[in-house]
């Protein structure tokens, strides 16, 4: 079946750091890849998605790369701010299906 | 335009009671989805709405949960007799009819429903 590892948290970083968090993912076939946030006291949102292999997805500095040798999906940000504390939901959706498969989730806090 | 809103954001309640969730999708959108996220563990699926018809329940775990969405606007779920292990996060998401099979619109979630059984 799909599966969806992302490590563990908490992450915890100062303002200005690299935050990486890592993904993989076991599915058939060519899946679509995302990367949900949720912030403080709101809903879940899409923060960036890749559809193919090799594709890469980014938004608010945020970029991951679709690598199917390595059936990955990591998440990275150069330099974080006090702003990007969430917690981070990476998930897949096959191509013939609706339904999205996530992670565990990743708390990440980021301090002043 | 409003999001998606959940309500209640928290509730408390004793092993063995009732409790009903309700969800309202942005308007205009035909799907909607409950999910939940279990002790801090991944989010799974739970069931899919298009309109008020049940399109596919298979995430739903057991037969003390139900979910209707009458005249296909707001979804309730209901949970009845509750127990501990029910105790997570209730997200309810929708997303318009793309036209295609299987649907692929974006889905907007809401901020979820703390459930906690005592």
């Known amino acids: 079946g799909n599966s969806v590892t992302q490590m563990e948290g908490p992450v915890t970083l100062s303002e200005e750091a690299f935050l990486t968090i890592n993904c993989t993912y076991t599915a058939t076939g060519y899946p679509s890849l995302f990367w949900y946030v949720q912030y403080p006291g709101e809903g879940l949102q899409l923060l960036l998605k890749?559809?193919?292999?090799?594709d890469k997805g980014s938004n608010k500095g945020f970029e991951a790369t679709y690598r199917k040798e390595t059936t990955s999906f990591h998440l990275e940000k150069g330099s974080v701010q006090v702003s990007d504390s969430a917690v981070y939901f990476c998930?897949?959706?096959?191509?013939?299906?609706?339904?999205?498969?996530f992670g565990a989730g990743t708390t990440v806090t980021v301090r002043a | 335009e409003a999001g998606v809103t959940q309500f209640p954001s928290h509730s408390v309640i004793e092993k063995g009671q009732t409790v009903t969730l309700r969800c309202d999708p942005i308007s205009g959108h035909d799907n909607l989805y409950w999910y939940r996220r279990v002790m801090g563990k991944e989010i799974k699926f739970l069931l899919h709405f298009v309109k008020e018809s049940k399109q596919d329940e298979s995430g739903m775990p057991n037969n003390r949960f139900l979910a209707e969405r009458t005249g296909g606007t707001y979804s309730t779920l209901k949970v009845q007799p509750a127990e501990l292990e029910d105790s997570g996060v209730y997200f309810c998401?929708?997303?318009?009819?793309?036209?295609?099979?299987?649907?692929?619109?974006?889905?907007?979630f809401g901020e979820g429903s703390r459930l906690t059984v005592l």
């Open positions: 998401a929708s997303s318009l009819w793309t036209g295609t099979v299987p649907n692929t619109g974006e889905l907007f």
């Open positions: 890749a559809t193919k292999a090799d």
């Open positions: 998930a897949l959706r096959r191509s013939n299906d609706y339904k999205l498969s």
